[in-house]
């Protein structure tokens, strides 16, 4: 397993913008692919995006696509994801997750990742 470390999460107005940070280390980073999910109050953990280990494949919820940008930096070791036009509805904890894969592929279920970071709070006010 990868051990993963969010950053960036904070409060912003309806309308900003936010970019959350992943590091991870422990294992080789650009062997696995990665995703962002978010938890908020009362809800369930829910798929936002997800990348392949290359970067060359992506694929996001339909609530941001458009809207977020998952990218990752495998020199750093590091996943990003870039948030535009936040929503108050966005508001929620967010969790990069990792699963090692040694294919161009993807995941956007909770269940296929093995390795969670401790999440970071992104707070949108109206």
């Known amino acids: 397993q990868v051990q993963l470390v969010e950053s960036g999460g904070g409060l912003v107005q309806a309308g900003g913008s936010l970019r959350l940070s992943c590091a991870a280390s422990?294992?080789?980073?650009?062997?696995?692919?990665m995703g962002w999910f978010r938890q908020a109050p009362g809800k369930e953990r829910e798929f936002v995006a997800t990348i392949s280990w290359s970067g060359g494949n992506t694929y996001y919820a339909d609530s941001v696509k458009g809207r977020f940008t998952i990218s990752r930096d495998n020199a750093k070791n590091t996943v990003f994801l870039q948030m535009n036009s936040l929503k108050p509805e966005d508001t929620a904890v967010y969790y990069c997750?990792?699963?090692?894969?040694?294919?161009?592929?993807?995941?956007?279920?909770?269940?296929?990742?093995?390795?969670w970071g401790q999440g970071t709070q992104v707070t949108v006010s109206s």
């Open positions: 422990g294992r080789t980073f650009s062997r696995y692919a």
């Open positions: 997750a990792a699963r090692q894969i040694d294919t161009e592929g993807y995941y956007y279920r909770s269940y296929d990742y093995d390795s």
